[in-house]
């Protein structure tokens, strides 16, 4: 063995070969980086460093660094190996509804690679990143017209994180017109968890408003619930069942009248894009996620963003940091001026999202995005018209936007349930849709195919459902409790996951060897 110049053996460790525990390179059972190599090995060979003392003023380390010394292809293949053992977008359909699990063009991740994007440093002197700015200059003003809006912040990092600050907003405005006493929020049952979270953790109460027997919310039932003490409505359009509200404009109206102002989850906004603008819906706050609708990475690809369109009343309020023209300069803004709020990320966001979403918007143009709208909701209703005959559907008065929701009532007396039913369909390679939300509808089953797939995908999948179906109904019980059987991990405790994950790990004891 090869030793470096520090006397490290290099090259692959004795303690691990890198190769997986089961010996079988087809279904790895992946190791992790700690237990494929140690500390004792070394993955480069540097010269010693040639520096008279230390510049770091006694702050030096003085015990080992106690990584695991790897070679690039053993961390290569570790990552590879990983990333093999989980559904992709790049591997397969994702229909996860209320996700917008879309294709991620290769155009946007060759723009982010552009040294002027991707090797800059956000404290940087402004005049060296004058084409960054004009990058988020550009997004804003998309974003902005798309929205027809006067305000846009760029810099939250989730939808969640966008409607805490749309919801900020909408408080500070409240206060600044003397109404800081208006302690509620309006939130339909059909909302998404995060919305009244949101509420919540800004001290707000939240007050459901019922969704009617067709899916919608009733604009009579908005003004039953308003009074003098509501700050606004968290409302969500197209909503969490697919259907485009139909009285969202009475409801903006009613919403306006009593004082409040109107917060939009836009989390939809692939249903409308280049179709309908929120802003002459009436909407006064608005998140976007570009990781949805914007073709962004996300579910394991992240980062997120989810910038916040802000209407005339509420722009003032909008946080810094914020791009201003000056002159022929774009400067950024970084310190709060009259009732603009202070920061809500470090430095500006997710600047290497920015270059994607903008990717996206440019490649397609305004015809583009409409057209990728309305793809995307034929999409939904063609699996809506193929599937309606075999699954129940509980909303069938409307046709149904970017999303097609299913309940579980086909399920009755299968011994199936909705969890077991989404397990067989990853034996069939497809990853989930989306299960029991909306919580209004027993066993929902909400699928987005969003406007990536193909018609021949489509059928696939719409043969596959129905088979599965099928066998449901023939009480073949096993292939769905049993599900999934061709994944990595079979049936996992996901509470317990989610309860109390192991996120460390511990060195193993070492066991002092007899001597031979
Ligand atoms: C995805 C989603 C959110 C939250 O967005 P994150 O980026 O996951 O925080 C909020 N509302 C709806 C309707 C969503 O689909």
Redesign the pocket.
Known sequence: MSMNTQGRPTGIGTAATGMSSTGSALLPNEPLLFEIGDTEHSGVDLPDAQVDGSFLGGFERKTPLDLAGLTEPEAMRHYVRLSRLNHSIDSGMYPLG??TMKHNPRLNEKMARLPGFADIHPLQPVSTVQGALELMNQLSHWLMTLTNTAAVALSPK????G?LLGMMAIKAAQEARGQGHRKVVLVPESA?G??PATAAFLGYSVKAVPARADGTVDVEAVKAALSPDVAAIML?NPN?CGLFEPQVLEIAAAIHQAGAFFYC?G??FNAIMGVVRPGDLGIDAMHI?L??TFSTPHGGGGP?A?PVVLSEALAPFAPVPFVRRNGNALELVEHVEGQALGRVTAFHGQMGMYVRALTYMLSHGADGLRQAAEDAVLNANYIKARLGEVFSVPYPDYPTMHEALFDDSFLEGTGVTTLDFAKALIDEGFHPMTMYFPLVVHGAMLVEPTESESKQTLDHFCDVMAELAEDAKNGNRERFTAAPQRAPRRRLDETRAARQPILRWERPMVVPQAAE
């Open positions: 209320s996700c989730a939808g969640a994180h409607e998404h995060t919305n969500t969490t989850d989390a939809n996620n990781h949805k997120g989810g």
